[in-house]
């Protein structure tokens, strides 16, 4: 098991009293990792002092002004790749598929591609597979990181963390595109609405259609690299 993998998966749910209670732990954790940079592991802090610290109702209020009144923010992967397209739905029946292959039943209400879930079935994985899997998402990790910068949040540090764990640097065309899709003010429920009013999502049969980055992730999920001899998965 991949600790630092599921420490950053539980930070990014939804906030709980329980989360609360296991911050010093997580911490802990998030502290002591050599493959994250010192500044890395000092970006995590505030983060997990707000967390440990801050009020309840002020977290889950701030999670979901943050996580779930923004699309931009979402944590649902394939949002960020497909949007409104109905291939993002073959690519969640293949992605949920590939957590049933590993042994890996996801017991939540949240879609297969909520980053948390995937980061808890990653955790599970080789070194190798968990590695580019997080590589294909890079650009991802990059443009969340740069919005949540901007907004002053303490969460940008999670999505630095990712893409040093993925040992990738993030396509920069790839970054400006998402960058250039504008942001709605989460106060603003009116425009709200309009931008997530969305065409029926069809779960087809096809898992190959969409984009390619998705589909390089499903691929490289269902054909894991076989760590070199002597080298010991996480």
């Not at 983060?47 to 977290?59: A, F, K, N, P, T």
């Not at 992730?217 to 269902?222: G, K, Q, S, T, V």
Request: proline share 7%; charged share 25%.
């Amino acid at each position: 098991m991949d600790r630092t993998l599921k420490a950053l998966s539980l930070i990014l749910s939804y906030p709980t009293r329980a989360l609360q209670h296991a911050m010093p732990e997580i911490g802990g954790v998030l502290s002591s990792d050599t493959r994250l940079t010192a500044a890395a592991r000092r970006g995590l802090r505030p983060l997990v002092e707000e967390l440990s610290g801050r009020d309840i109702y002020d977290l889950e209020e701030q999670y979901v002004m943050l996580f779930d009144r923004s699309r931009t923010l979402s944590l649902n992967l394939f949002e960020h790749v497909h949007g409104e397209s109905r291939d993002r739905g073959s690519a969640m029946v293949s992605l949920l598929e590939t957590y049933r292959d590993g042994g890996f039943e996801p017991v939540t209400s949240e879609l297969p591609d909520h980053l948390p879930v995937l980061l808890e079935f990653l955790a599970t994985r080789p070194h190798s597979e968990m590695q580019e899997t997080l590589a294909d998402a890079a650009h991802i990790f990059e443009a969340l990181n740069a919005r949540l910068v901007r907004r002053e949040s303490p969460y940008a540090a999670v999505f630095a963390a990712l893409l040093q764990l993925s040992g990738a640097t993030a396509d920069a065309e790839a970054v400006a595109e998402l960058l250039d899709q504008p942001e709605v003010d989460p106060n603003d429920l009116e425009a709200l609405d309009a931008v997530w009013e969305e065409s029926e999502v069809r779960f087809g049969p096809d898992p190959n259609a969409g984009c390619p980055q998705v589909r390089d992730m499903l691929a490289r999920m269902d054909n894991p690299v076989t760590p070199a001899p002597g080298v010991a998965a996480e």
